[in-house]
């Protein structure tokens, strides 16, 4: 079974600084997607950038990037100058690339990281 | 754009009662989920269903039931709700299980308290 780690359960960062959340999983498959996902207090699961294990290039989405070390088995998400509006949960989470998967299709997820903006 | 809606949006029951929560979607995805979400965790799952009556059980089934009739609705059942069902309940849809790249859309979620 797949396990996704966030150990950082809370961090802050100051306007328009840059802030990089870490994240690590566990897997025995070689193709998968990695995904981080936005939870603002409104409670709605928002994804923020996505990235498919067989790509070297790391994924790039306006301000946030990703550092996706393949073997290092590291998915860590940074979010360049920083808005108020970033401040949520943000959570990693990991899904096989299984076709007809059934419940592997199903994502896996971190406990999340709860960021703070300072102004 | 609808996307996937849920009701209701919050719900208090007492022990013992059960309800069902509703989840439609309108971009014709085969692929449909239910999550829970408790305090300080990530989102588990609870059934999946991969079509019109196909339906299947995912990691913390217990104490729920799932039908899928149509492929735009897969409501969640709670039978005998306990104090430990107090969550907060995410559907989720795909249109396909492995499509590359393709992320699950969420609605926006059910708050449900059990006292």
């Known amino acids: 079974a797949q396990t996704v780690t966030q150990s950082q359960p809370e961090m802050s960062v100051q306007e328009a600084e840059t802030v990089t959340l870490s994240c690590t999983y566990d897997t025995s498959e070689s193709d998968y997607y990695l995904f981080w996902y936005k939870q603002p207090p409104s409670r709605q699961m928002i994804l923020v950038i996505r990235q498919e294990a067989y790509k070297q290039q790391n994924a790039t989405e306006n301000r946030f990037s990703v550092n996706f070390q393949k073997a290092a088995k590291s998915f860590s998400l940074k979010i360049s100058d920083s808005q108020l509006g970033d401040a949520a949960m943000y959570f990693c989470a990991y899904r096989s690339a299984k076709v007809n998967a059934g419940a592997n299709s199903k994502l896996t997820f971190g406990k999340g990281i709860t960021l703070s903006v300072r102004p | 754009n609808a996307g996937v809606t849920q009701t209701p949006k919050f719900r208090i029951l007492k022990i013992g009662q059960s309800m069902t929560l509703q989840c439609t979607q309108d971009?014709?995805?085969?692929?449909m989920y239910w999550y829970r979400q408790d305090p300080g965790m990530g989102l588990k799952l609870i059934y999946y269903s991969v079509g019109a009556g196909i339906t299947d059980k995912g990691e913390v089934p217990n104490g729920y039931n799932v039908s899928r009739s149509t492929t735009e609705d897969f409501p969640l059942r709670l039978e005998l709700a306990a104090p430990s069902q107090t969550s907060v309940y995410f559907c989720?849809?795909?249109?396909?299980?492995?499509?590359?790249?393709?992320?699950?859309?969420f609605g926006d979620g059910t708050r449900l308290s059990i006292l």
């Open positions: 971009m014709n995805h085969n692929y």
């Open positions: 989720a849809s795909s249109y396909s299980g492995a499509l590359v790249g393709e992320p699950q859309h």
